[in-house]
């Protein structure tokens, strides 16, 4: 991965916590390739963009957890999207992950639904998520074509339906957990959101290995045998450990990914590299946005126009306001 530097001395894990950060390992013993994810500062910063109630914040979270564990894989320059269309209080949430380490968020939600589930005490992020479809878009650039993956959302979250995806879509065996914390504050000050995620890889040599048992038949004839493949021990094992894994132990501030990984590994031995950065930060310009209004016809432009004579344009993302005068919107000069 690009910025990588592998440490190749066997020392003790380090102590020193950071926040804002993805750390790849590797576990040659379980042939396990992965990243661990922590953020801080960074989701507060996306989430302060919007009036968020709590419930929908941790349903952004996850979100951008997942965005960053599978976005930060890319080997070039390109953004991964990761956007769910379902009918929960929560109907669409898109996080948006340019690399190597920009990322943002916007999510959709029915106030009056979302009051509801609070009511039945139904607000975990798979209950608001609903059910629906995932989609995740690789976009390399206007000469490159995208590539796309849906994989159904049943209700159980963005964890299973990313299981789902890569048992379905890249036949590989993966793990993924993900987790989101509000930390109050003493003294009554205002909270702060964290997040923290790991995801882990069956990636043998020997490819037959890693083999998986065929996506379920459904409604197959009665007497059919669902295809079974006996699951590698190696897989097994590790696919066991980060089973393990506390909600708490993703988000806790005062433990660090190493020794998070070392607690996970220790007895197999883990390799850890050099942490990339994560950072919130907009992709919207005037530039951008003034290339959008061009793209409209000019009639469509013109019902644009309010009152006061100018086109208002705010960015779903992180807020900020675009205004532009009817002449600049319709390619009119004045006079």
Same mark, same amino acid.
């Given at each position: 991965m690009k910025g990588e530097r592998t440490r190749t001395a066997t020392r003790a894990a380090s102590e020193a916590t950071q926040d !804002?950060?993805? %750390?790849?390992?590797? *576990?040659d013993a379980l042939d396990i390739r992965g990243r661990t994810v922590r953020l801080g500062p960074t989701l507060?910063? /996306?989430?302060? @963009?919007h009036a968020y109630p709590p419930a929908v914040k941790r349903v952004v979270g996850e979100a951008v957890t997942l965005a960053v564990l599978l976005g930060s894989s890319l080997k070039f320059e390109g953004r991964f999207i990761l956007q769910t269309q379902? #009918?929960?209080p929560v109907d669409m949430v898109v996080a948006d992950f340019v690399s190597p380490d920009k990322i943002r968020a916007y999510a959709r939600y029915d106030a009056d639904a979302l009051a509801e589930a609070e009511r039945r005490n139904e607000t975990s992020p798979a209950a608001l998520l609903g059910r629906g479809h995932l989609a995740m878009t690789i976009d390399q650039g206007i000469s490159t074509n995208r590539y796309q993956g849906v994989v159904a959302l049943d209700g159980s979250g963005l964890e299973a339906a990313a299981h789902?995806?890569? @048992?379905?879509?890249e036949q590989i065996p993966t793990r993924v957990r993900l987790a989101v914390g509000e930390e109050m504050k003493p003294g009554g000050a205002e909270s702060s959101w964290r997040a923290g995620g790991l995801l882990a890889q069956f990636l043998p040599q020997d490819a037959s290995r890693a083999r998986m048992a065929d996506l379920s038949p459904g409604d197959a004839p009665e007497g059919v045998e669902e295809h079974k493949v006996d699951e590698d021990d190696a897989w097994v094992e590790a696919r066991s450990l980060v089973g393990t894994l506390e #909600?708490?132990? /993703?988000?806790? +501030? &005062?433990l660090s990914s190493e020794r998070l990984l070392y607690r996970l590994f220790h007895e197999r031995g883990v390799r850890v590299f050099d942490p990339l950065p994560i950072a919130a930060r $907009?992709? $919207?310009s005037r530039e951008k946005v003034s290339g959008v209004l061009a793209s409209f016809g000019p009639e469509? +432009? +013109?019902?644009m126009i309010? &009152? !006061?004579?100018?086109? %208002? *344009? %705010? $960015?779903?993302f992180c807020g900020r306001t675009y205004k532009f005068t009817a002449e600049e919107v319709l390619g009119r000069v004045d006079g």
């Open positions: !804002d950060i993805v %750390t790849a390992f590797q *576990v507060d910063a /996306l989430l302060a @963009h379902t #009918d929960g789902e995806y890569f @048992h379905q879509s #909600d708490v132990e /993703l988000i806790d +501030r &005062d $907009c992709s $919207c469509e +432009r +013109r019902e309010q &009152d !006061d004579g100018k086109v %208002t *344009v %705010t $960015c779903e």
